[in-house]
């Protein structure tokens, strides 16, 4: 594109964009924040303000809950500028790929009380490289700029497992916009990204190194694998690969994503945050090493990549036991392990958590735990919510919670069924309840909440006899037929079967199964904080105990807000029942 072309581009978008009104009495006038771009990559901005107030730059906005709706002033002189989301304070830029300098993007912010600020955003680009220079990070429009000045002293992470001791390391080299994230820097390898980190099947297109590049530092400095779509273009061929799996919901599109993902960055390597999958059982790692810890708490727990899943919902309007509004509405961010397709669940009680909450009484959680679904070496059969079938006990700690699967009774009774009947929806539905608390120091509760996953489509379902947590797989249900005559009939079953012109059963991992575990909802219910006067970050076990203000081998640390919140219990909400997509190329395992 010319330098014409691109200068007619930046005309009309700020034609467009909202002209600069005159500066109405008490309008804040906000630092200049500076963000470093590569020419020609796509780059998000973030576009966040802060006011100097009683002697100190104190946040006007952070760009995720709507506390303000941003229009722009002046668009840069050059490059490419589109996308803005209002609410949640992004834009997107591009500079010409043979342009260096300095740029200038002017914008204002108006907060839900009625004041006004004006801001400016200096954005500095520099000419792509093939190679990495020492100290340079590099910008990529997935992950949004922080626009801190160069000189500003990284802030310490609110959400974290306590600082691995690290070199510090430099970025390697990486293709310039080939469409992926930006490799990140050389790190200490997790768990999840090493040992348990995902392998093509034959029937999987995307080669392991692209899985690789959906990569985060976490906040411990280690390196964790992190959402990404299902299919990506490889930039090796230029066509469009399938990963074979997904992992919910863009968490991009959350409220409360760049609130999160500000808190889970390691100092210095903000660029490369996002939701690292295996950061609590990673702690879990440390924690079961440490020595003193009780003989009941040294366990080790790594979950395989396909598991983790986002789920989010914003404006989450509360309502009481009684099904009555609290006026109250929270946005709330939800990562998790659910593992639907092997018998992991039908033993062990406990699973990666991260959960987080802000809403409009003041609440503001971030917590990471190890969650725990009720009692390890047993699980409750779907049909049967008042039974307990004992299986393998792995020692694990018990939790308040649950895991409803079903069993080979269930099937029998409400997916085989008789001549003339159909298959309900339900037959096959397992559901995670979880009611997990941050413990005070000296016993009470610093924060707590409730939530519970569901899904309607499991590739497995519990087959063994106490004792023995064996399978058996969902799909070839869709073939079978008891003496009686009974079988399935009608739903997933008819989609399995081409209504019956299918004769041959499918492969547990087919892609034509429908039985893949991509159906899911979300289970919302009430979420608490008891910490008024006290600290906002606190470290916890990777269980949420043993609660204190500074870190200790295996902590987690979690942001509480320093508020009480009141009032009678929340009831549970249900979401996401409509938002069943099967992506292309998804096949269980998933």
Not at 159 to 180: F, H, Q, R, S, W
Not at 493 to 504: M, Q
């Amino acid at each position: 594109m010319t330098r014409a072309l691109l200068a007619l581009a930046a005309a009309v978008v700020a034609a467009l964009v909202a002209a600069p009104a005159t500066q109405a009495a008490g309008t804040a006038r906000c630092r200049t924040d500076t963000v470093r771009v590569v020419a020609g990559t796509p780059t998000t901005l973030l576009l966040d303000c802060r006011a100097r107030s009683r002697g100190r730059w104190r946040a006007v906005a952070l760009g995720t809950r709507g506390e303000a709706r941003r229009s722009l002033l002046a668009a840069p002189a050059v490059g490419q500028l589109g996308g803005l989301h209002a609410r949640r304070g992004t834009v997107r830029f591009r500079a010409p790929r043979t342009y260096a300098g300095t740029l200038r993007l002017r914008y204002a912010l108006r907060l839900r009380d009625g004041r006004r600020a004006r801001a400016a955003l200096r954005i500095v680009v520099r000419r792509a490289r093939t190679t990495a220079q020492p100290g340079h990070d590099h910008g990529h429009g997935d992950h949004p700029a922080t626009g801190a000045p160069a000189s500003t002293v990284p802030v310490p992470a609110e959400t974290t497992t306590a600082p691995a001791a690290t070199t510090p390391t430099a970025p390697v080299d990486e293709p310039v916009d080939d469409g992926l994230p930006p490799r990140v820097p050389v790190a200490p390898a997790s768990v999840s990204y090493s040992t348990r980190a995902w392998t093509p099947s034959v029937q999987d297109t995307c080669p392991r190194e692209v899985h690789d590049r959906f990569a985060v530092i976490g906040p411990d400095g280690v390196k964790y694998p992190t959402w990404h779509p299902p299919t990506v273009v490889d930039p090796a061929t230029g066509r469009r690969c399938a990963f074979g799996h997904e992992h919910g919901r863009d968490p991009s599109g959350s409220d409360l994503y760049r609130w999160v993902v500000d808190r889970l960055a390691f100092p210095g390597r903000e660029r490369y945050a996002g939701l690292p999958f295996g950061l609590a059982t990673e702690a879990l790692e440390t924690w079961s090493a440490r020595s003193g810890v009780p003989p009941e708490h040294q366990h080790k727990r790594s979950e395989d990549h396909v598991g983790y899943k986002v789920e989010y919902q914003d404006d989450v309007a509360l309502v009481g036991r009684d099904g009555a509004p609290t006026g109250v509405s929270c946005d709330v961010l939800v990562q998790f392990h659910q593992g639907s397709h092997s018998a992991d669940a039908l033993s062990n009680n406990v699973h990666e958590v991260l959960y987080a909450a802000r809403c409009g009484d003041g609440t503001e959680l971030l917590v990471s735990t190890v969650g725990r679904f009720g009692k390890a070496g047993e699980y409750t059969p779907s049909c049967r919510p008042n039974d307990r079938v004992a299986s393998t006990d792995g020692g694990y700690p018990a939790g308040t919670g649950f895991r409803s699967i079903p069993d080979r009774a269930c099937v029998e009774r409400d997916v085989l069924v008789p001549p003339g009947r159909t298959t309900s929806a339900w037959a096959l539905y397992e559901k995670w309840g979880l009611s997990s608390a941050l413990e005070a120091p000296g016993g009470g509760t610093l924060a707590s909440f409730d939530a519970a996953f569901g899904v309607f489509n499991p590739s497995r379902y519990a087959a063994g006899s106490a004792g023995a947590p064996a399978i058996g797989r969902t799909v070839a249900l869709c073939w079978e037929t008891l003496g009686s005559g009974r079988r399935a009939s009608g739903g997933d079953c008819d989609r399995a079967t081409l209504d019956g012109a299918r004769t041959t059963p499918l492969a547990f991992d087919a892609a034509d199964s429908p039985f893949d575990g991509t159906y899911r909802d979300l289970y919302l219910g009430d979420v608490r904080v008891a910490n008024a006067g006290g600290p906002p970050t606190w470290w916890t076990d990777p269980y949420g105990g043993h609660a204190a203000t500074s870190p200790f081998p295996g902590a987690l640390r979690q942001h509480v807000a320093a508020v009480r919140t009141a009032g009678s219990p929340a009831g549970e909400q249900v979401f996401g029942r409509e938002r069943r997509a099967p992506a292309t190329g998804v096949h269980a395992p998933n």
